[in-house]
């Protein structure tokens, strides 16, 4: 490849990328940093090399220096390369764009007054944009391989509670959630954070992917997320209704409107917080369910067992968790192997939490 | 389609997205709300109705009521929907979910139950979610007709200057970045705008959507987003470093890891602000730039002349703006119809410059 506006930071890292993967740089192009051009000139060993300031020709440690803008029109021209990434600051970077294209060959277009002067006039299906905007768009458009999926949790109504109050908080203090209305059941799941290992859980049942993970996003605009491979995550943002993901359930696709879109403008903030197990004790769970996840049938048991102790006032929030957990490693080494044992697990476990109050 | 829990959060939204879609309900299962059981039977005449309370079932205005777990599993096996959706709260729920795959239903499932207790037992190809984290993750995964492409700014060296004090800013303060380590000429169109107006024009050119806009995320991790249609939206996450669109610009795919993942718990919060015109006048020009792209030509030159009277300090940075503005109002009406015109408009623009200072 040939890479014009090597010294600069875009051509510094293309050349990084190009070391770490072995692509062969046949030219290089520099305006006046002489100095990190001889670098570049010594590790690469282009065929061609090209420097903007003509007076600082002779310091260009090549065999074959070209000068400036007709300089470039050269090395274009001799060039076997199918790829030019144009770094090049300004309209002067127009040029070579034009000039890279009438040879048939790709750009890597960091140059971005070549777009913003005479996009009318460039072919734009062999451009390829480096800008990480650009990149952003593209990439949401792509399917890539995945490293993680991760999925959002509210926090619930203790996710502020100071810690040493938590076990003072009343059923009905559970049931206010801060940011769904949904029935009792889950808005206490939610509260308790069984609510998202169990959603971990069924994601895990439903996808494929090497890793599973929560955290806490206070106000329920991101739902989810997927870390890939290469170091980009995607999210999935969306208001607070349920009728999106019914919509797609129902009809298979949607193609009006079902909600209006977050403006994150009107949102002004948002806020990250990692799910801690001294809030939320069923989160130690985690690892140990998401590789046993048959095990689902006796946090499930527990945790509606646990939940009518909880209702009753007969412990708190948190001794429903701890009983959750206490089920679980009583009956751990009981993975269910058939339908008939998910049913008879289910009443062992109920029978074991309602005796623990 | 069949909806079982009918009258709790979920079953209200789906019957919602049945009556706007005009999808036959055939089946309706509720636990104790005789009275939105009711009202729900008249709106949509559904052939069988089910009621958990053997109790109410007098109350329950319809000629065919049918009660309990019992009454499910008979409704299920007498009906010909294709389609259940799966409402029901807790582990009774895994039984309707188990009678409807054996009777080759797709199950719409919001009973996280039934997968939590005995995912392994059940043919999770045919049960599409009902949960918003699982429908970000599914959506994440797929490709739907767009509204609107997004990118972000950082708002630049300028974006916390109390606007009082922007007309004494100086070069040396605008090349002060807050996230981003670039050329010069890059970290002053940030500081004025003029970088996310043009890579708004360079969208435009790259892609085809309806509507290009831009907002400030003050830490720079959210690259880029898409609205869609349906009122979900998704994003680009990624660390502030080029390598990663350059990596896929010169490799054209990448499997491996070019940067860390965002570990958005360790970023804790982000913020997002409208880019306000008075703070960046040149986003005055948005709208009119992007229905005359060509004029991209005019506001190029205009903002490379108005740099060098910025960097020379013969005008300030709002200055600088306003002179852009001015040129682009001047030769709004010289759209240039030709490469040639792209570079005689060029000339043009800059003595029209060059002259304001």
């Known amino acids: 490849m040939i890479v014009l506006g090597s010294t600069g930071s875009?051509?510094?890292?293309?050349?990084?990328?190009?070391?770490?993967?072995?692509?062969?740089v046949e030219g290089l192009c520099a305006g006046s940093n002489v100095a990190l051009l001889n670098e570049q000139i010594k590790a690469f060993n282009p065929k061609f090399?090209?420097?903007?300031?003509?007076t600082l020709a002779h310091q260009v440690v090549h065999p074959n220096v070209w000068v400036g803008e007709e300089g470039i029109a050269r090395m274009l021209e001799a060039s076997q390369s199918a790829l030019v990434v144009n770094a090049l600051v300004g309209f002067l970077g127009l040029k070579p764009t034009l000039k890279a294209q009438s040879l048939g060959k790709k750009v890597a277009l960091a140059?971005?007054?070549?777009?913003?002067?005479a996009g009318a006039f460039l072919d734009t299906r062999s451009i390829v944009p480096i800008d990480s905007e650009h990149f952003g768009l593209w990439y949401l458009l792509s399917c890539r391989p995945m490293k993680r999926m991760c999925i959002t949790a509210s926090g619930g109504a203790f996710r502020d509670t100071p810690l040493d109050q938590l076990p003072h908080m009343r059923p009905e203090d559970a049931l206010k959630h801060p940011n769904w209305s949904m029935g009792k059941k889950i808005t206490i799941d939610s509260a308790s954070m069984v609510n998202k290992l169990f959603e971990l859980l069924e994601a895990q049942w439903l996808f494929?992917?090497?890793?599973?993970?929560?955290?806490?996003?206070?106000?329920?605009?991101i739902h989810a997320l997927i870390d890939f491979e290469d170091g980009s995550s995607t999210a999935h943002i969306a208001g607070t209704s349920m009728q999106l993901p019914i919509a797609f359930a129902l009809?298979?696709?949607v193609k009006e409107a079902v909600l209006p879109s977050v403006d994150l403008t009107q949102v002004g903030s948002l806020e990250f917080r990692p799910i801690d197990p001294a809030r939320y004790p069923v989160w130690e769970l985690k690892n140990a369910l998401l590789e046993a996840p048959k095990l689902g049938a006796v946090v499930n048991a527990a945790n509606e067992a646990m939940m009518a102790h909880f209702l009753a006032e007969r412990c708190s929030i948190v001794g429903m968790a701890k009983g959750i957990v206490k089920a679980f490693e009583a009956f751990e080494?009981?993975?269910?192997?058939?339908?008939?044992?998910?049913?008879?697990?289910d009443k062992d476990v109920r029978a074991f939490c309602k005796n623990l109050y």
């Open 49 to 54: 090399v090209v420097i903007g300031e003509a």
């Open 10 to 24: 875009i051509g510094v890292n293309a050349l990084h990328i190009a070391k770490v993967h072995g692509l062969h």
């Open 333 to 345: 080494g009981q993975a269910p192997q058939s339908l008939e044992d998910v049913f008879a697990l």
């Open 251 to 253: 009809l298979g696709e």
């Open 111 to 117: 140059n971005k007054e070549s777009l913003v002067a």
């Open 208 to 221: 494929t992917c090497k890793a599973y993970d929560a955290f806490i996003e206070t106000k329920s605009i």
